[in-house]
């Protein structure tokens, strides 16, 4: 078996993912995208930046957008589960000799950034803003009903070494996919929060962020989405799906925001607490992997994803072909 054993008590303890930060060129525009169409919620905005979070949370922001030049993916942000915790990460990041710089971020509590040994910007912190729960004010619902940040995936150019590095922080690979021919990974998901992941690693050119993920109450509101888009002038901005995913079991859409940075909106996939819980294993050359229907994603899901500021990306060291829409 290709992955790694659970690491069941990593040196520190991370709650799940938090946040992530885009960069965009016009945030009107990407205000439009998220905010009316989507339905996020802002919780502070200047002219630089838009702070938003999904229905159910309770901390200041899920997604941060800051406006830029040049479009790419900054820090992918986790919760740890409190200050000390966070000494420890700091340790634990200085001891694999990998940059661990302390900044100000608003709205959050003593925050340090880092990077993967890949080279994913990387920021960890225990606490954030706490704001008014807006669960149950069902006037604000709108859009997709978007409830809370469920994962990350990105594309890494050897993800067998990613997961160890993952696993060493405790992340516990649910599902895998392995290139039957050279016996390696060709993609994972790992968690920390109980579902079937908080970041994915997909073989490919890397790093770069593939897609950010939501959570909505049901398939439904999916469907609710796609026909406001199609009506709206987004309709060149859905990418696939909808469909059900044969990993995570997870019924799913991806669309694309107004430059490019991938959004996939998703409910349904299942409870992965247990510590013993098996991981599913996937063929790459399973036509039931991707789409649980059959139907295989186009070629720029394979190929497009945002780049992580001020790291460049490597081609992939596995070279195996997905089954790609013709
Ligand atoms: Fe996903």
Redesign the pocket.
């Known amino acids: 078996m290709p992955i790694p054993a659970p690491n069941l008590y990593p040196a520190f303890n991370i709650v799940r993912l938090s946040h992530v930060e885009l960069v965009v060129s016009d945030l009107a525009k990407s205000r439009a995208f998220y905010v009316d169409t989507l339905g996020l919620q802002v919780t502070d905005e200047d002219r630089e930046t838009i702070y938003l979070r999904a229905m159910e949370e309770r901390g200041h922001h899920c997604l941060v957008l800051r406006r830029g030049d040049t479009p790419c993916a900054r820090d992918l942000g986790f919760k740890v589960y409190d200050e000390d915790h966070l000494e420890k990460a700091a340790q634990f990041f200085t001891e694999k000799s990998l940059p661990v710089e302390w900044v100000d971020r608003p709205f959050q509590s003593r925050t340090f950034r880092t990077r993967d040994p890949h080279g994913i910007p990387l920021e960890f912190y225990a606490r954030m803003d706490r704001l008014a729960p807006i669960h149950q004010q069902y006037a604000l619902y709108k859009g997709v009903k978007p409830l809370r940040i469920?994962?990350f995936?990105v594309f890494s150019p050897n993800v067998d070494e990613s997961v160890a590095f993952y696993n060493d922080l405790g992340f516990r690979v649910t599902e895998y996919t392995e290139d039957e021919a050279s016996g390696r990974l060709w993609a994972a998901w790992t968690h920390r929060k109980g579902g079937v992941?908080d970041i994915?690693f997909t073989n490919g050119t890397g790093p770069r962020l593939?897609?950010t993920?939501f959570w909505v109450p049901t398939p439904l509101n999916i469907i609710d989405l796609l026909d406001l888009m199609s009506t709206t002038g987004w309709v060149d901005n859905i990418e696939r799906g909808p469909g059900r995913?044969g990993i995570?079991n997870?019924f799913?859409l991806y669309i694309r925001d107004p430059d490019g940075h991938r959004i996939?909106i998703?409910c349904s996939d299942y409870q992965t607490v247990d510590p013993d819980l098996e991981p599913i294993k996937w063929d790459l050359k399973d036509p039931q992997r991707q789409t649980l229907w059959g139907a295989p994603a186009p070629r720029s899901w394979f190929e497009e994803g945002s780049l992580f500021e001020g790291q460049a990306p490597v081609p992939a060291q596995l070279d195996a072909q997905p089954i790609i829409a013709p």
Request: hydrophobic share 30%; net charge negative; proline share 0%.
């Open positions: 469920d994962h995936n992941h994915a593939h897609h993920a995913h995570s997870a799913f996939e998703y």
